[in-house]
């Protein structure tokens, strides 16, 4: 008898914990400018590069940042419409766009997420991610909620702020 009230309860915390995961998803915008990323790490973030892709192919541009993490912490705002790769060429309207962390004397991290993002010119929508963890583990980075504030901001906007 006690184990099956065990079974009811679980099963309506992972059904609220569901929800909750739904609607932390609905309130992310998938066409979007800017990207607002920040790091809650007990670390230094180095390198951030913004990617998208284009008939199948990666490009890239790479930020060397430096956001601190732990009491220092930081964010870095990014307009879409500015990033360029290294061969000049922007992102198009409706590219994927995803961001990848480089994690000072650490691992790299993927934020490209299972939800694709997609860039849309003149949108004032701001994807935020977040970032936690230790340098080598339990780092992952999640979509960020509406009361991450921080005073430093890096990147090559300041509209996020």
């Known amino acids: 008898m006690k184990l099956s ?19 932390a998803d609905a309130n992310t915008p998938t066409q979007l400018g800017y990207i607002e990323f920040f790091n809650k790490g007990a670390y230094t973030i180095d390198n951030v590069w913004i990617k998208w892709k284009v008939g199948g192919e990666t490009k890239q541009h790479r930020f060397t940042q430096n956001l601190s993490g732990g ?72 979509n960020g909620i509406s009361d991450d504030r921080v005073d430093s901001q890096h990147g090559n906007s300041k509209f996020c702020s």
Do not use: F, M
């Open 5 to 23: 009230r065990l079974s009811e309860i679980l099963s309506a915390v992972y059904v609220l914990l569901g929800l909750q995961i739904a609607a």
């Open 71 to 142: 009491a220092g912490l930081s964010s870095a705002c990014y307009d879409l419409s500015l990033v360029k790769s290294s061969d000049g060429a922007g992102i198009p309207d409706g590219a994927e766009v995803w961001l990848t962390a480089s994690i000072q004397t650490g691992e790299t991290k993927s934020c490209r997420k299972d939800t694709k993002h997609y860039y849309k010119a003149g949108s004032t929508d701001v994807w935020k991610l977040r970032i936690g963890g230790e340098s080598y583990t339990n780092n992952r980075c999640k």
